[in-house]
């Protein structure tokens, strides 16, 4: 076996790893031997050098296989749901409820914010006493007494992606399409998941900032996933405007409180409407798209959905009273309102600069280890072909601190950009591949 640095040179060079090469490396670094500093120049010269479809399924066998797996019966037709990142997105939190409360069993293992893009599990540690700590054998009770579970990652489940996903972030590699392929999959492997819906983001806000790249990211997916035998479908959907009013964790669990009490706003729900029929579709649980989008209007309309939140929080050590009682979620002392300094259509929105100045808020980590403000962040009331008059308020700040909002406020409005021409409003789904597509 060669050295690790001469493992490095070799990627760097262009040269594909073999799956021993990866698996000792990995193994090296997880051991301590190999320090941190080699791994970094490893993921860097996988983000220049890129990886080969092989090689790619390689990692991500290592990545499975540095912990343990978990599995279900397989008349439970699990299906799973993941996100490649963007502002405002709480959908996770929409739509496993709904999907669950129609009897499929929904595994979910979630992260933490990543650069400029909110993480599922701190929006639900923002509820009173929420855990998402759990062993293999706790979550597997989860799924069969709730119907679903949202948990982190542990040491013990796909611990080479548990360390090396917080070293992405620190080392610029983030946006690298084979970590994200190996990391994304390698979780919805271990964790169970017989089927997957991919929530590809496409625009300002997302990782993948065009359709191209989306695509190329998307057949790495679901090659990937059919290597393992899985099914996975990929929709992708606009992140060019941040997704629903609300940017904050308790500000976002707030939001989806009142989506599943019926008040649906029109963006998040085109998105989770689209993904729960598919998740139907694969689960087997309905045989169209038609009675699929019959039965998910019906559980939010008669509560079903709205319960099985509240079953879920429960389940997971939080108050469910915040069901009934939002002001029970952290709150900011602040609220300070984003006036528009110019009259026109809304030509643009700098989602991921608004993603980045809501972490310096306190929403966010800067750092691994920073603590999380779960109170602050904003509501945003406009997107992209909105009419706005100047002094129109776009939206609120939610902080701590007067003054920090009043600067926050001045800050956001300078990532809309305003034009005299009339500007069309952009389409949420922009492309799927779906049961009912060639794609797939």
Known sequence: MRSIAELIIKKRDGYPLSEEELKYFIESYLSGRTPEYQMASLLMAI?????????????????????????????????DKHSTGGVGDKISLILAP???????????????????????????????????????????????????????????????????????????????????????????????????????????????????????????????????????????TNMNSPLGEYVGNALEVLETIEFLKGNRLRDIDVIVIELAIEMLLLSKTCKSREDAKKLIDQTISDGSALEKFRQFVKAQGGNPDICDDVSLLPQAKEMIPIISDKTGYINSINSRAIGYALIHLGAGRKEANDKIDFGVGARLLRKIGDRLEKGETIGFVYSQDRIQGVKMASELVKHYSITERKIETEETIIDSWCTDSPDI
């Open 98 to 236: 709904i999907v669950a409360s129609l009897g499929v069993k929904v595994p979910m293992m979630s992260g933490r914010g990543l650069g400029h893009t909110g993480g599922t599990l701190d929006k639900l540690e923002s509820i009173p006493g929420f855990r998402t700590n759990y062993s293999a054998v706790e979550f597997r009770n989860l799924i069969d007494e709730v119907g679903m579970a949202i948990i982190s990652q542990s040491p013990k489940l796909v611990p080479a992606d548990y360390k090396i996903y917080a070293l992405r972030d620190k080392t610029g590699t983030v946006e690298s399409l084979p970590l994200i392929t190996a990391s994304i999959m390698s979780k919805k492997i271990a964790e169970g998941a017989q089927n997957l819906v991919i929530d590809m983001k496409v625009g300002a806000g997302a990782f993948m900032q065009n359709i191209e790249i989306a695509h190329k990211l998307a057949g790495m997916l679901k090659s990937t996933g059919e290597r393992f035998g899985q099914k996975v479908s990929v929709v992708f």
């Open 47 to 79: 983000f220049f050098k890129d990886m080969e479809t092989e090689e790619i399924s390689a990692l991500t066998d290592v990545f499975v296989n540095s912990g343990s797996k978990i599995s279900f019966p397989s008349e439970y037709q699990t299906v």
